[in-house]
């Protein structure tokens, strides 16, 4: 009888071991700060990262500044576990994830391979929505959620802390892929990382960006020529209810404010004039996409000057339609309010009014507007109207002339001239986009003039601009004086002086990102994808040699065709 029960106790035992170590298999790990503990209520803190699993392996994307020597690990479905020769309590403080290695723990019969990859020169930002995920804000570019943001500098120490009102992913094409770029509007300004203040971020994702260095330095590069209000950066890494989401640019978005476009908030001084709020009055005109139309708000009271301040933007047929107030231009070119982005009609009429002029001398012979008698330099701006084309000349952009691309334009007391600027928006630039009806322009090629022959549209400007000797000759000039040696300065062919601001070499800008990217491309797998048209490298370094061959090519062909 006792030998019949000895084997129903070791039956029993066999039975349900399996059961044991599948209630020890650790479901999900976290670490932090070693010198942040748990907070009291059992939440995570603000900093903590999941553990990221792809092909049954686990990754650790440690922050820029985190002591790996130090780190608080809490997981779920476990007491502890052994990694080497160490067993590691919940809760406890642990140096066995060490950075550029693959740690194997163990609990039970379960065995874990942790990849640990840390980022260098990097800010890092930690995002917590309301509802922990971001599937809500993925819904539509409409939906938004509350939320809070810890955001450290690249030695690891907290810059900034607080609540914010709403995130929503952001932009037209950047919409679309799964690592999103981010609008966040924090409750109060703030400055971050040294920037200006402000209470409107952006995290850019620069998802078809593989050098992820599009962006910055077309930001660099115009800075350093002398554009005006043109968006400071910091590369951050990124992490999304504790999960890595990539390497990101944390910026200032375009914007009417004493920070950024430093034009009068002509908005602003609408509102305190109206009883309701300006989006709540009807709005008149025709939204559709037709020549020489508008579309604007019965706003009863306006300010005794309406000449200023102004943030325009050129904008896609199709878009037209997606913004509050705007125009079309005789000549079809559709124009988007920014700000103030509900208009009142003696204020659309106003501006209408200048870029229409305009844009009747660009296409005057002579270079006058027939109807006030103005040519065009006396209309815009010509240092940034001439600059915004250099840079898009420069980069190849294929928005040039007609997407992202911004014009401001002060009160008649500080400027009647219209600017053109900020830069905005290079993802695809630099020989990073190719499609059919762009086949003869060999956008892959430095080779061969882009904005200033774009003819896909007959409305587009800069083509016509080129076509008067006046422009053009300031163009060479802008270019010898103004936008050459910066590229010099990009391709290492000259060292940089302390006029040109944060502008360095395209050697120097690849190793300040080179860690951080190396954690962006293992979480997402973008080198050559069949997603992108264009194939710019298999790997990071590939990925730098093709824009360093881009820029070579280009300075060759506008110095040949530049240059006297």
């Not at 339609?321 to 705007?326: D, Q």
Request: charged letters at 20%.
């Amino acid at each position: 009888m006792r030998k019949h029960f000895i084997h129903l106790i070791l039956l029993t035992v066999f039975l349900l071991l399996p059961l044991c170590a599948q209630a020890k298999e650790i479901n999900r790990l976290y670490v932090w700060d070693g010198a942040t503990a748990l907070p009291a209520d059992g939440s995570l803190p603000a900093g903590a990262i999941q553990w990221y699993t792809r092909s049954g392996v686990r990754y650790l994307f440690l922050p820029s500044g985190m002591d790996a020597a130090n780190l608080h690990v809490h997981f779920t479905g476990a007491d502890s576990f052994t990694a080497g020769d160490q067993l590691v309590g919940n809760d406890a403080i642990t140096d066995v994830f060490v950075p550029g290695e693959t740690v194997t723990i163990t609990n039970g019969n379960n065995s874990y391979k942790v990849c640990v990859l840390q980022s260098q020169n990097a800010a890092s930002v930690y995002l917590k929505t309301q509802s922990g995920s971001i599937e809500k804000i993925s819904e539509s570019k409409r939906s938004h959620e509350a939320g809070s943001v810890l955001i450290a500098d690249e030695n690891g120490q907290t810059n900034f802390r607080n609540d914010f009102e709403y995130i929503r992913v952001r932009g037209n094409y950047s919409f679309y892929p799964y690592k999103k770029s981010f609008h966040i509007r924090l409750n109060d300004g703030a400055s971050i990382l040294g920037m200006p203040s402000a209470k409107t971020w952006l995290l850019i994702a620069s998802y078809a960006d593989n050098s992820m260095l599009r962006n910055p330095l077309t930001f660099d590069l115009a800075a350093a020529a002398g554009m005006n209000y043109t968006s400071e950066y910091r590369f951050a890494d990124v992490y999304v209810n504790t999960i890595y989401y990539g390497t990101y640019i944390l910026c200032e978005k375009v914007q009417v404010n004493k920070n950024r476009v430093a034009v009068e908030d002509l908005e602003k001084a609408t509102e305190k004039l109206n009883e309701k709020d300006l989006s709540s009055y009807k709005r008149l005109g025709t939204n559709a996409y037709q020549r020489n139309t508008s579309k604007h708000y019965d706003i009863p009271n306006n300010p005794a000057d309406v000449t200023g301040g102004y943030l325009l933007q050129l904008e896609l047929k199709d878009r037209y339609t997606s913004s509050a107030s705007g125009f079309v231009t005789s000549h079809g070119q559709a124009i988007v309010m920014k700000s103030p982005e509900y208009v009142s009609k003696a204020q659309l009429d106003y501006i209408k009014g200048v870029v229409q002029s305009f844009e009747n001398a660009v296409w005057a012979e002579d270079g006058i507007d027939p109807e006030t008698g103005r040519h065009y330099s006396e209309i815009a701006d010509m240092s940034s109207l001439v600059g915004k084309y250099l840079v898009e000349e420069i980069t190849k952009n294929v928005d040039g002339n007609k997407s992202s691309f911004y014009i401001y334009k002060y009160s008649d007391s500080v400027s009647d001239k219209l600017y053109f600027g900020p830069v905005w928006d290079y993802d695809i630039a630099y020989g990073n986009y190719t499609a059919s009806y762009y086949k003869e322009r060999h956008l892959q090629s430095g080779e061969g003039l882009m904005t200033a022959i774009d003819d896909y549209e007959r409305f587009y400007w800069y083509p016509q601009l080129y076509k008067h000797a006046d422009f053009v000759e300031v163009v060479k000039e802008a270019y010898r004086e103004r936008f050459r040696p910066c590229l010099l300065v990009i391709l290492g062919l000259a060292e940089p002086g302390e006029d040109l601001g944060n502008l360095m070499s395209l050697s120097d800008y690849a190793q300040l990102l080179s860690p951080a990217a190396a954690l962006n491309f293992t979480r997402w797998h973008t080198f050559n994808a069949s997603e992108f048209p264009v194939r710019t490298g298999a790997d990071f370094e590939e990925n730098i040699a093709y824009l360093r061959d881009f820029l070579t090519d280009r300075l060759n062909y506008l110095d040949a065709l530049w240059l006297e």
